[in-house]
């Protein structure tokens, strides 16, 4: 069977298929369904772009939530404002200086990449 690709990773090479990227966004939109996420919230995400960014946007739009995403490049001070200025309540992130800037926000629920499938953040190559 032929499987579509949607992302290569620039980095490691690994190939993300669109059956991966529907599954794990199916299992990462229920972990945000679970701790709290509703229509309508905003969700912060704050990841390099990858497919581990591309399944948590995709995740947070199946858990009809508005993906607000956060360049991981951003100084400490824009990051901070940024995530004022959202008034979100949920993150995800790995990054610490996204992490530090959150702290005195409104944001009350971090989560990891991990957090969202349950395991490690990596994923095999499909192809």
Same mark, same amino acid.
């Not at 490691?12 to 794990?24: A, M, N, V």
């Not at 990891?112 to 994923?123: H, M, N, Q, R, Y």
């Given at each position: 069977?032929?499987? $579509? ?7 490691? +090479? ?21 701790? +709290? ?26 858990? @009809? ?9 951003? @100084?400490?001070?824009?990051?901070? @404002? ?17 992490? @530090? ?6 944001? $009350? ?8 499938? +349950? ?9």
């Amino acid at each position: 069977m032929d499987q $579509r690709i949607v992302m290569v990773d620039s980095g490691t +090479g690994l190939k993300l298929t669109e059956e991966q990227l529907d599954e794990r966004s199916a299992v990462a939109a229920v972990r945000l369904r679970h701790k +709290g996420v509703r229509a309508g919230d905003t969700v912060l995400i704050c990841l390099p772009v990858g497919p581990d960014l591309l399944v948590a946007t995709h995740a947070v739009i199946a858990a @009809d939530g508005v993906a607000w995403p956060l360049p991981v490049d951003l @100084d400490q001070a824009t990051l901070r @404002d940024r995530i004022q200025e959202s008034a979100a309540r949920v993150m995800i992130s790995n990054v610490q200086r996204a992490l @530090d800037a959150a702290e005195e926000s409104r944001v $009350r629920i971090v989560m990891s990449v991990a957090d969202l499938s +349950g395991a490690s953040p990596s994923w095999p190559t499909g192809c």
